[in-house]
């Protein structure tokens, strides 16, 4: 398992990490399977939003004897409702919740606490206004009961927003192929970059979808953040190794969180981790898409092998991430790289492989100009 960064947080945090929802009315045998292996197999970061008291015992007793080897969010404005789960703005029931949360889970404090699921303008510029879950979660964290505050939703827009406020350390956010257009993504995630705001991916599959047999797929609208749903079409079967890679690529992306019901399914996202680079390939399927705005570079490595050997798509990404904020984390993985920018011959092979039209030995020439 490789570990990343959480922003500014400097907490380490495995790069593949596990979201629970699936494992809601599942027996504690069931559940205890999943998160001892996933643990065992040295996932750190597990992401637990669902507020039912049914759930938070059986994750509670889940989690009992490792709580020093884990990382453990929580949702603030998770509740429920007739037994459902639910949302609330109002401050002293979300905060119930949590000091429910914290007795189910059997601990003082969470690592990361989310402002819960907020999408919209109203919304957010509710729970960010005085007195609202922004002020309690600073409260909360002030009274050691949370190391960092995070934020959650899906709108470019808003996330955007909660990146530059200065209160948030941590975005959860849906990060996809199928998204990899919208508008306003690359900005949002060179504002979290510029922020040292970490970013959590949540639904790397799209909920499944990319999955999914079939050429067509209809999406909600929070990945374009319009009211209506998005069709695309697949050209080719797609496989857990892809999303989760192009996830990874990213700008900014501390973990994944793919939601897994079962060993299996853990099995076949952790296989990740050993699968070769033909394996991970996702350059064709964004074109396939026809999501993909050309010049720009997903870091997917199709313009390999380098004659210098520079790994490409890792130069672009911290190329990206430099121009966005020069941190010293940036500056040191890219004085840990064996061959660099400057050892761009511009041979000119690789913009001849790329499929998007990269403009490679440009960016090679910004590259070593900034790492200077």
């Known amino acids: 398992m490789q570990t990343r960064t959480l922003g500014r947080t400097g907490i380490e945090v495995s790069a593949l990490s596990l979201g629970t929802e699936y494992l809601i009315d599942l027996p504690q045998t069931h559940v205890d399977a999943v998160i001892h292996q996933a643990i065992e ?5 597990f992401d637990l939003f669902w507020a039912q008291p049914g759930f938070r015992d059986i994750m509670g007793q889940a989690f009992q004897g490792y709580r020093d080897k884990v990382l453990l969010t929580a949702h603030l404005g998770a509740t429920v409702e ?3 789960g639910a949302r609330t703005r109002d401050p002293k029931l979300a905060e119930d919740f949590i000091e429910d949360y914290l007795r189910r889970y059997h601990t003082d404090y969470v690592d990361v606490l989310f402002l819960h699921n907020s999408d ?3 919304d957010y510029d509710t729970v960010m206004a005085p007195g609202g879950l922004a002020d309690l979660a600073q409260r909360l964290q002030q009274q050691g009961k949370t190391r960092a505050i995070g934020f959650s939703g899906h709108t ?3 996330a955007h927003q909660a990146a530059e406020s200065g209160i948030v350390d941590v975005i959860m956010f849906p990060i996809n192929l199928a998204a990899n257009a919208v508008p306003g993504k690359r900005a949002f995630l060179q504002a979290c970059a510029a922020h040292d705001v970490a970013l959590v991916a949540m639904k790397p599959y799209a909920g499944g979808k ?3 047999p079939g050429s067509s797929m209809s999406l909600d609208t929070f990945l374009s953040g319009g009211d209506d749903k998005m069709e695309l079409t697949k050209e080719r079967a797609i496989t857990p190794i892809q999303c989760l890679h192009y996830v990874l690529s990213q700008v900014g992306v501390s973990t994944v969180v793919p939601g897994c019901k079962d060993l299996d399914e853990l099995d076949q996202a952790l296989a990740y981790w050993e699968a070769d680079d033909a394996a991970r390939d996702f350059s064709q399927l964004l074109a396939a898409f026809s999501q993909y705005q050309a010049g720009e570079c997903v870091y997917c490595n199709h313009c390999l092998p380098c004659p210098s050997h ?4 890792q130069v672009n990404r911290l190329l990206d991430m430099g121009s966005a904020s020069m941190t010293s984390a940036v500056r040191e993985t890219y004085a840990t790289l064996s061959t660099n920018a400057d050892d761009c011959i511009q041979c000119g092979v ?5 499929p998007f039209g990269v403009t490679v030995i440009d960016r090679m020439e910004q590259a ?3 790492f200077a």
Request: glycine residues 14%; proline residues 0%.
């Open 41 to 45: 197999r040295g996932i750190n970061y």
């Open 120 to 122: 919209g303008q109203e």
């Open 310 to 313: 520079i790994d490409i798509g």
């Open 156 to 158: 470019v827009s808003t």
């Open 368 to 370: 070593a100009e900034l």
């Open 210 to 212: 990319l999955l999914q």
């Open 350 to 354: 690789c913009e001849e492989r790329c």
């Open 82 to 84: 007739d037994g459902q």
